[in-house]
T-cell receptor
Framework: SAVISQKPSRDICQRGTSLTIQCQVD?????MFWYRQQPGQSLTLIAT?????????ESGFVIDKFPISRPNLTFSTLTVSNMSPEDSSIYLC?????????FGPGTRLTVT | RKEVEQDPGPFNVPEGATVAFNCTYS??????FFWYRQDCRKEPKLLMS???SGNEDGRFTAQLNRASQYISLLIRDSKLSDSATYLC??????????????FGQGTILTVHP
């Protein structure tokens, strides 16, 4: 199993600003994944973050809006840039194996 | 058409009831299938993987029908603690992209006394 922590756990931000979310894993992993869960919705994959290379983004998500860093095998950050109220969501990072994915507790973001 | 479709419910059942959830997926090349459980304001956690041969874990039974692209979850003898949102999850890719999961919208289950 993997223990994942995220910071901050929640934040309230003004539109037009940016927020960087941190994800720390208790073991070294090759790939980390960032998901978004909008209010009342299920999870949607934003991007895959590999150490030492640029993140791979899913359709509908772009690097300028959601830049990702992956400086080492236990840590990643996701930045939500130039925020609007539509970005109000829970952002979760994830790691795992073919058999099971583990999710962080999430960062609950509210944009006013 | 959504890639993974579930009946959102909600399902309200009494303790001890048997309840079944269904899910369909659109990508016939999908490689692996799961049921995750998400409690209110918590992250999703794996309930069980789903295999073509069917698999059972205590009160929970999962089944996969690849021909019909259909996944099911059966919960017997429901407990109050089973109240949660149940997420049908599909990994549409093979190889190393095992974390690129596609989630259904979730089925809400409430078990009442």
């Amino acid at each position: 199993s993997a223990v994942i922590s995220q910071k901050p756990s929640r934040d309230i931000c003004q539109r037009g600003t940016s927020l960087t979310i941190q994800c720390q894993v208790d073991s070294q992993v090759t790939m980390m994944f960032w998901y978004r869960q909008q209010p009342g919705q299920s999870l949607t994959l934003i991007a895959t973050a590999n150490q030492g290379s640029e993140a791979t983004y899913e359709s509908g998500f772009v690097i300028d809006k959601f830049p990702i860093s992956r400086p080492n095998l236990t840590f990643s950050t996701l930045t939500v840039s130039n925020m609007s109220p539509e970005d109000s969501s829970i952002y979760l990072c994830s790691v795992g194996t073919f058999y099971e994915q583990y999710f962080g507790p999430g960062t609950r973001l509210t944009v006013t | 058409r959504k890639e993974v479709e579930q009946d959102p419910g909600p399902f309200n059942v009494p303790e001890g009831a048997t309840v079944a959830f269904n899910c369909t997926y659109s990508n016939s090349a999908s490689q692996s299938f799961f049921w995750y459980r998400q409690d209110c304001r918590k992250e999703p956690k794996l309930l069980m993987s789903v295999y073509s041969s069917g698999n059972e874990d205590g009160r929970f039974t999962a089944q996969l029908n690849r021909a019909s692209q259909y996944i099911s979850l059966l919960i017997r003898d429901s407990k109050l603690s089973d109240s949660a949102t149940y997420l049908c999850v599909v990994n549409p890719e093979s190889g190393t992209s095992y974390g690129k999961l596609t989630f259904g919208q979730g089925t809400i289950l409430t078990v009442h006394p």
